[in-house]
């Protein structure tokens, strides 16, 4: 990405962060409210504020994200990143980013105009690299946020729950079901590939939601996704499979990275597809069993996360003790 804006620019004005002064975002990244994994039991304010350090330290070695920050009199009062996505260019075929954070310091008109002034300045540098798509996930609590997104031609696309579990509430359950469940082989993976492209083709999620991807482009990134989970994305991934035929699979993760900071592990149950007419056999609730069954002892909690509106697996999660942890809004906007 190509950014107009250079470091001598007035204040008030977004300018991009250069590595030797990101320590200037010391006292910004501390006063942040809704920091990654602030909702874990172990994480204290200081965890938070330094994994969000590492993480933001990180991103800019990936060559695909960049920094923006409004500086006044040499204090920071605001600061975005903007990350490219070579992954999801490839299957929607245009340019995308997304911006993974998103703060400011003040009372609600002061970070509502800071970072409407951040957005601003990104949507400038999205024009001149041509990036057409970019997408944002903000804690929904975080309104000087959300309205400065709506503000700049932002549209929610969706309300997503993050539901967490106690490990040491549940213990390991023996499933039965009229249908083979076990963990996936190498050979499974095309069929697994299908049952995601077919299993989302009626959700209405971000993508399916979105006027500006076509239909079809959003059915692939499911079954890419699956892929990627297979080939190491995910850590195990289990499939349901009746008469020969793979009917479901589910995924599930351990974030390693978090631990140091959480004094705890962290796994989460990612990617769950079903085939339509498979829906109504408690295929999904079993996956999710063999996943906790396999969770337990490697993880001491974990995170489901899902739409606020699909009411099947949030009634999963209710009857297997999740409980409610964080509520985000994702937000998109199209360049014609």
């Given amino acids: 990405m190509k950014a107009k804006m250079t470091n001598e620019m007035k204040p008030e004005t977004p300018r991009l962060l250069p590595p030797e002064e990101f320590q200037k975002a010391a006292s910004l990244i501390k006063a942040a409210e809704y920091g990654p994994y602030h909702y874990l039991a172990g994480m204290k304010n200081a965890d938070v504020t330094g994994y969000t350090f590492f993480k933001l330290e990180e991103q800019p070695?990936?060559?695909v994200t960049q920094y923006f920050t409004?500086?006044?009199n040499g204090q920071m009062h605001g600061l975005a990143s903007l990350?490219?996505?070579p992954w999801d260019e490839k299957i929607f075929r245009m340019k995308m980013a997304t911006i993974p954070y998103l703060v400011a310091q003040g009372n609600y008109r002061r970070k509502k105009d800071i970072i409407s002034m951040l957005i601003s300045g990104i949507m400038e540098d999205c024009h001149t690299s041509g990036i057409r798509h970019v997408s944002a996930r903000i804690d929904s609590r975080d309104m000087p946020a959300i309205h400065a997104l709506e503000e700049n031609g932002f549209k929610l696309m969706d309300i997503l729950t993050y539901n967490l579990l106690d490990m040491d509430m549940i213990s390991h359950k023996l499933v039965r079901a009229p249908y083979i469940l076990r963990e996936h082989q190498k050979e499974d993976i095309e069929e697994i590939?299908?049952?995601a492209r077919y299993g989302f083709s009626d959700y209405i999620d971000r993508f399916h939601i979105d006027p500006g991807i076509s239909h079809e482009h959003s059915d692939t990134l499911y079954a890419e996704w699956a892929r990627n989970s297979c080939l190491g994305y995910a850590d195990n991934v289990f499939i349901a499979q009746k008469d020969s035929k793979i009917?479901?699979?589910i995924t599930a993760k351990i974030h390693k990275d978090v631990t140091p900071y959480a004094k705890s592990k962290l796994g989460e149950i990612q990617l769950g597809g079903i085939f339509p007419e498979s829906r109504r056999l408690g295929v999904f609730t079993n996956l999710v069993d063999c996943c906790l069954n396999w969770l337990k002892g490697r993880a001491d909690m974990t995170l489901a996360k899902t739409s606020i509106d699909n009411f099947g697996v949030q009634r999963v999660c209710q009857k297997l003790g999740f409980k409610l942890?964080?509520?985000?809004?994702?937000?998109h906007k199209s360049f014609v």
């Fill in 61 to 63: 070695k990936d060559g």
């Fill in 70 to 72: 409004i500086l006044e």
């Fill in 83 to 85: 990350k490219s996505l």
């Fill in 193 to 195: 590939m299908e049952v």
């Fill in 247 to 249: 009917i479901g699979f």
């Fill in 325 to 331: 942890a964080q509520t985000q809004c994702t937000f």
